[in-house]
């Protein structure tokens, strides 16, 4: 079984571009993860699906950040207007939801830059 | 508040020694599940450790043990007899198991140099 695939793992772009990332869960998981990275912090939390459904949004999200999961497989994170601030890591984590602690496994991320 | 905090931002130890990464958790939940990650250079976080808050047992894992004591909200990791292919970040993370989305509160990590 393949892990979790995150597409490109480097994006540079322009401020004010808009931006895609692609993620694709470990086959049969239900529940997938978005979370930011930035340099020397732990991730942060940006939002959650189970299966198609987006359950839960941090604040952290604004309203330039759409994610969608559909027919519950991959998932796509879209920044519109892109701002230097927005340059970070971008992991996205799949999980069987069990509602136990589910583990999380992790992509190796989509680094991006905003110039 | 739900907060974990790992004081330790940089440890460089030389092979061989053994090092202890301490983690430190905050929330009011009674029932909550505590992990360890690992980040190499690479980038993807890897999964070493899960633990719920009910099951103070340590474990030990080969070279790799953990000590989960709830009287002072700490999960800290000890690597014994480290390698150079010990080098990376390690982040601690907190679920606590009210928030159903399964969603991880990270530390800031503490980032492992091992030198031969």
């Known amino acids: 079984d393949t892990g979790v695939s995150q597409d490109p793992r480097h994006k540079i772009t322009k401020r004010g571009q808009n931006v895609t990332f692609r993620c694709d869960p470990i086959?049969?998981?239900?529940?997938l993860y978005w979370y930011r990275q930035t340099l020397g912090q732990g991730p942060e939390f940006l939002t959650y699906f189970q299966n198609e459904a987006q359950l839960e949004k941090s604040r952290l999200l604004s309203d330039r950040f759409s994610a969608e999961r559909p027919k519950g497989s991959f998932s796509t994170l879209e920044i519109q207007r892109t701002e230097q601030g927005d340059s970070a890591m971008y992991l996205c984590?799949?999980?069987?939801?069990?509602?136990?602690?589910?583990?999380?496994?992790f992509g190796a991320g989509t680094r991006l830059s905003v110039l | 508040a739900q907060k974990v905090t790992q004081a330790q931002t940089e440890i460089s130890v030389v092979e061989k020694e053994d090092v202890t990464l301490d983690c430190v958790y905050e929330?009011?939940?009674?029932?909550?599940?505590l992990f360890w990650y690992k980040q190499p250079p690479s980038g993807e976080l890897v999964f070493l450790i899960r633990?719920?808050?009910?099951?103070?047992q340590n474990e030990i894992s080969g070279r790799y043990s953990w000590n989960f004591q709830k009287s002072t909200s700490s999960f800290n990791f000890t690597i014994t007899a480290s390698q150079v292919v010990d080098s990376a970040v390690y982040f601690c993370a907190l679920n606590p198991a009210r928030n159903q989305g399964g969603k991880l509160i990270f530390g800031q990590g503490t980032e492992l140099s091992v030198k031969p």
């Open positions: 633990r719920n808050s009910f099951d103070e």
């Open positions: 929330t009011r939940d009674t029932t909550y599940y």
């Open positions: 984590a799949s999980s069987f939801r069990t509602g136990e602690g589910d583990i999380q496994y």
């Open positions: 086959s049969e998981h239900n529940r």
